[in-house]
């Protein structure tokens, strides 16, 4: 996956490098913060780590031997933001030292395998193993799955990097400047290589790893697991009641799409004129209806729609995505005011007392 | 002093017959290809730190006027459109490996022929019509009724990419062979990167060689174990998994004894580097000759539009 020079323009070079400096700058300050002067030492030993990983071969059946990255791995040993480091230092070494991935492409190599990887991998990690103990078989199959996922998104990031060179640069006879495919190549190709052989040797690493910490130095593997329950028998940390009333919002918030299938609308809720009153045994539009009907007209989206009538579907779902930022806004907002109220009352007696 | 690689390390592979006709291949397991790696690892550190102390015209020259005409001239090569310029620049690097004194064998495998054949395999597609519609030059008869074959345009194209990434490669392996690892880090720093991240890139190049040592112990002595017949892929994947599991808990075994060494010797957290070596007359020169060549160039590919 390691890009060389030459198949990037310039331009998509200094883009994702453009990318890279203010992640990178975030990892080194996070980590910095977290692990102060024990910081160096243990980010170079997780770049070298990383270097030796992608050096070792991994049997898979038929004989052959296929490399892993290794980046989830990292990011679920150390953490996401320690992963971002420690393969970008990797990947300078590999590229100055070895000419293993481009100079000029060492940003996209960057963004794909020691950003969108690692991160990727780490969240479906995250996902699949939330609330399991830290010696449970969901975990192991959690990590293999995110290596799976992680290296199959980095994947597909450079087959779109090398897919979007063809239509943006080439010559007045349609001579294709760098990397000569299109996304309708390049996607299926990168995509069928990973998904097949480079994403089970991927997950069959992370997995395996994580399956042997357990075994043999479950101490290890809790490093980054701080909080989490070493066997299902522990007691598990209580789990606090927003996070249910979150996941039910989520939940609610994703079937939003099921409002675009609702036929028909609340009594009178478009204008009153369009009211079928002989439906509801009306003689005529109530008059507080009437009245109130064209009290406020300066909305944004009048009929979670545009102004110009068009894209309703994508209009929708703007409209409900903008409401719910606006609800949870307001929430917050009171939440916030009455903590800062109600912690002022409690400051204050005790000051007296003081 | 010049570092010397012993006779073993630099011996390659004996155990290929000669031709595929006189004797079989023996397939490499995934042991033995690991532990050939970590050696090729070392053979070509050591190689790169023995032709860095050789007396050429690169090496004279200061490592951060070689990185960043390194960058510059990445650039030319990206920003040419036309493979005669390419191959130019090509040819150049070519001779500035001969007036550096660098093996031309290990230069030409390292640069000129891996690299292209591997790169004119992956975009040997991109000739067809069907990848690079235009004028068909080579016909493969037709498909539906329209022409099918290479194209004038795709084949451009793919000698455009195989010779843009030969060039890139030579350039970097050529600031690789002749700049020592300490060097290009000191210029690392004084250019563009965070002090820090200078810091951890030095260290990881002095902890790899700490961590390839264990893991080309665990390795051998799994080889020198007798070989049974229930050894399979499915324990050989277990073998690595644990020996990447076990390497973990070496780096951060080796990591809190480095911290404490460090702390030890009044580390504070903030990374303080050597004085640096001061530019030379040959280092101005070769900056004006870099600047020239950049601007020839682009010149000579522009006018040639």
């Known amino acids: 996956m390691h890009i060389p020079d030459g198949y990037l323009s310039p331009a998509t070079c200094a883009v994702l490098g453009g990318v890279m400096v203010p992640v990178t700058a975030i990892a080194v300050a996070r980590a910095k913060e977290v692990a102060k002067s024990r910081y160096a030492p243990l980010i170079a030993t997780g770049a070298a780590f990383s270097f030796l990983v992608q050096m070792l071969n991994v049997p898979v059946p038929d004989g052959t031997t296929a490399h892993a990255v290794g980046a989830v791995l990292i990011a679920i040993l150390l953490g996401p933001w320690a992963a971002v480091i420690a393969v970008t230092v990797a990947l300078i070494i590999q590229a100055f030292l070895f000419g293993d991935g481009g100079v000029l492409a060492l940003g996209a190599n960057a963004f794909n395998m020691a950003f969108i990887m690692p991160f990727v991998g780490y969240g479906i990690y995250r996902l699949l193993s939330y609330g399991s103990s830290l010696s449970s078989r969901r975990r192991v199959l959690a990590a293999g799955i995110g290596g799976y996922v992680g290296i199959t998104a980095a994947a597909l990031c450079a087959a779109i990097e090398f897919g979007i060179q063809p239509d943006l640069f080439e010559t007045a006879d349609g001579t294709p400047l760098y990397a000569p495919f299109h996304l309708s190549q390049t996607i299926p190709a990168m995509l069928l290589a990973h998904l097949t052989v480079a994403g089970f040797a991927e997950l069959a690493l992370t997995a395996g790893v994580v399956a042997y910490l357990q075994r043999a130095n479950l101490p290890l593997l809790a490093f980054k697991h701080r909080g989490i329950a070493e066997t299902a028998d522990d007691s598990s940390p209580p789990r606090s009641a927003w996070r249910w009333a979150l996941i039910g919002i989520g939940v609610t918030a994703l079937l939003t799409p099921l409002g675009l299938l609702a036929p028909g609308g609340a009594f009178g809720e478009d204008a009153p004129a369009e009211l079928d009153l002989g439906k509801y045994h009306l003689g005529a539009v109530p008059r507080g209806l009437v009245k109130y009907a064209d009290f406020w007209q300066h909305t944004l989206f009048a009929d979670y729609g545009f102004s110009s009538g068009q894209h309703e579907t994508l209009a929708y779902l703007i409209s409900a995505g903008l409401g719910i930022l606006a609800a949870g806004a307001a929430v917050f907002a009171i939440v916030v005011t009455t903590r800062f109220v109600s912690g002022r009352a409690e400051r204050s007696p005790s000051a007296e007392t003081a | ?305």
């Open chain 2, 1 to 305: 002093m010049a570092a010397t690689a012993p006779e073993w390390l630099l011996a390659s592979e004996t155990d290929l017959a000669p031709c595929a006709l006189t004797g079989r291949r023996r397939r490499r397991g995934f042991l033995e290809k690991t532990i050939q790696a970590t050696a090729r690892f070392l053979q070509s550190a050591i190689r790169s730190e023995e032709t860095a102390s050789e007396h050429g015209l690169l090496q004279r020259l200061d490592a951060r006027v070689k990185l960043v005409s390194l960058v510059a001239l990445l650039l030319a090569a990206a920003l040419v459109r036309h493979v005669s310029v390419l191959l130019a620049l090509l040819l150049a690097t070519l001779a500035l490996a001969v007036s550096s004194r660098l093996p031309l064998r290990l230069f030409l495998t390292r640069a000129w022929l891996y690299v292209p054949l591997f790169t004119g395999i992956v975009v040997a597609p991109a000739a067809l019509s069907f990848v690079t519609p235009g004028e068909v030059v080579v016909s493969l008869g037709h498909w539906f009724g329209h022409p099918v074959g290479l194209t004038h345009q795709g084949l451009e194209s793919a000698a455009l990419v195989v010779s843009r990434v030969t060039v890139s490669i030579s350039l970097v392996v050529l600031v690789a062979m002749t700049t020592s690892w300490p060097r290009l880090l000191a210029a690392l720093r004084t250019l563009l990167c965070p002090k820090l991240l200078v810091l951890v890139i030095g260290m990881t190049y002095r902890f790899l060689f700490t961590l390839l040592g264990a893991v080309e112990e665990m390795y051998v002595a799994r080889e020198a174990r007798p070989r049974s017949s229930e050894r399979s892929v499915r324990q050989g994947r277990a073998f690595v998994f644990a020996s990447v599991g076990a390497l973990f808990g070496k780096t951060q075994a080796l990591s809190e004894d480095v911290h404490q060494a460090m702390v030890a010797r009044g580390y504070d957290g903030d990374a303080r580097m050597l004085e640096r070596s001061r530019l030379t007359l040959v280092d101005v020169a070769w900056i004006g000759a870099c600047i020239l060549v950049v601007m020839l160039l682009l010149g000579v590919d522009r006018a040639a539009l």
